[in-house]
């Protein structure tokens, strides 16, 4: 049993730390909004009044947060020189390679272990345990972190040094926005050349186009297994979040001079359909109502 330190208790981080107690560790809890704070303290995390309080005497620092300015700002006012140097600390938030990077030196240099840990899955998974991490940091670092994120995944995988957790997760969600737009089209092309879209969803999810965006994920109601797409595309992975990562995808394909145009493509397309047409809490498959033209005809919400 480990005393571990958890900032950032929202949709993700709420659940991932319950499974934390559920493993029979001290969970130390700390977040801006009282609600989430009050949900965590109900599920048998221990309230700090402070990040800085939470981090004291913590073996484990895991955070689960925003955007990059969070995790700056986090580590450098509360988490470093607050902790003890002897506790590993894991930020499992997406965030920019840039800003990864940079904060895994800063508390390198004041005498850190830390790894970048962001995590495929959503908040069903969180609240299972199922989550896949990718783990950038040393191997000493990674070997550290692994049993704590062990607790609240199926999968934790070392991508490589510092920032190759985020690296590979914004490449892997890259071909995820670009597949499943290709999924959109595909199947709206299909309905209006007159095909039978089970039948098409049949013959395709055995032929050369087979992905995972149609055959575990297909945009379209009532064709494949049961999706978000059932539900009016409501639950699953939401279209702002999609979006956010499209761009840290972009600003890394950017700073590397990488060659991106689906990436860059799907971006604008669901730049479009998240904020332009207020689908950003939809299901990111939901954009094919907007591929369709079907969006406007109903009432979004
Ligand atoms: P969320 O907004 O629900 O939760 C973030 C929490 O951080 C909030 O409760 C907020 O109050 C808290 N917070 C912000 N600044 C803080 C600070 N300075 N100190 C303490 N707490 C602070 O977001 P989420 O959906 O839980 O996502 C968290 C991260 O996980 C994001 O980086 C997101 O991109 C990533 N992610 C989300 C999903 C998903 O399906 N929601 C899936 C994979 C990855």
């Given at each position: 049993m480990a005393r571990i330190a958890f900032i950032g208790l929202g949709n993700m981080g709420g659940g991932m730390a319950v499974n934390l107690v559920k493993a029979g560790h001290e969970v130390v809890a700390f977040d801006l909004a009282d609600a989430a704070l009050a949900k965590a303290e109900a599920n048998g995390c221990t309230r700090a009044g402070s990040a800085a309080q939470a981090v004291a005497d913590a073996e484990a620092v895991v955070t689960m947060l925003p955007a990059g300015k969070h995790v700056r700002e986090v580590y450098e006012s509360s988490v470093i020189g607050n902790a003890p140097t002897s506790a590993i600390l894991i930020d499992c938030s997406t965030i920019d390679v840039a800003t990864a990077r940079g904060e895994i030196a800063k508390a390198a240099a004041g005498g850190y272990v830390m790894v970048d840990a962001p995590v495929s899955g959503g908040i069903a998974a969180a609240e299972a345990g199922t989550l896949t991490f990718m783990v950038g940091g040393s191997d000493e670092a990674f070997e550290r972190a692994r049993p704590i994120l062990e607790r609240m995944g199926k999968a934790v995988i070392?991508?490589?040094?510092?920032g190759s957790g985020q690296a590979a997760k914004i490449c892997n969600n890259m071909l995820l926005g670009a597949s499943m737009v290709a999924t959109c089209e595909t199947f709206v092309l299909a309905r209006k050349l007159g095909l039978d879209l089970q039948t098409f969803f049949d013959i395709a999810s055995k032929a050369s186009g087979q992905c995972w965006s149609m055959t575990a994920y297909c945009p379209v109601p009532g064709v494949g297994p049961v999706t978000p797409a059932d539900r009016d595309?409501?639950?699953?992975?939401a279209a702002a979040l999609m979006l956010k990562d499209l761009r840290l995808a972009m600003e890394a394909a950017q700073s590397v001079d990488a060659y991106t145009p689906m990436g860059s493509h799907a971006e604008e397309l669901y730049t479009r359909f998240a904020e332009a047409l207020g689908g950003?809490?939809?299901?990111?498959?939901?954009?094919i109502k907007m591929i369709d033209d079907s969006w406007k005809s109903s009432s979004p919400s």
């Amino acid at each position: 049993m480990a005393r571990i330190a958890f900032i950032g208790l929202g949709n993700m981080g709420g659940g991932m730390a319950v499974n934390l107690v559920k493993a029979g560790h001290e969970v130390v809890a700390f977040d801006l909004a009282d609600a989430a704070l009050a949900k965590a303290e109900a599920n048998g995390c221990t309230r700090a009044g402070s990040a800085a309080q939470a981090v004291a005497d913590a073996e484990a620092v895991v955070t689960m947060l925003p955007a990059g300015k969070h995790v700056r700002e986090v580590y450098e006012s509360s988490v470093i020189g607050n902790a003890p140097t002897s506790a590993i600390l894991i930020d499992c938030s997406t965030i920019d390679v840039a800003t990864a990077r940079g904060e895994i030196a800063k508390a390198a240099a004041g005498g850190y272990v830390m790894v970048d840990a962001p995590v495929s899955g959503g908040i069903a998974a969180a609240e299972a345990g199922t989550l896949t991490f990718m783990v950038g940091g040393s191997d000493e670092a990674f070997e550290r972190a692994r049993p704590i994120l062990e607790r609240m995944g199926k999968a934790v995988i070392h991508a490589g040094g510092p920032g190759s957790g985020q690296a590979a997760k914004i490449c892997n969600n890259m071909l995820l926005g670009a597949s499943m737009v290709a999924t959109c089209e595909t199947f709206v092309l299909a309905r209006k050349l007159g095909l039978d879209l089970q039948t098409f969803f049949d013959i395709a999810s055995k032929a050369s186009g087979q992905c995972w965006s149609m055959t575990a994920y297909c945009p379209v109601p009532g064709v494949g297994p049961v999706t978000p797409a059932d539900r009016d595309y409501e639950g699953g992975f939401a279209a702002a979040l999609m979006l956010k990562d499209l761009r840290l995808a972009m600003e890394a394909a950017q700073s590397v001079d990488a060659y991106t145009p689906m990436g860059s493509h799907a971006e604008e397309l669901y730049t479009r359909f998240a904020e332009a047409l207020g689908g950003g809490g939809k299901d990111f498959s939901g954009i094919i109502k907007m591929i369709d033209d079907s969006w406007k005809s109903s009432s979004p919400s």
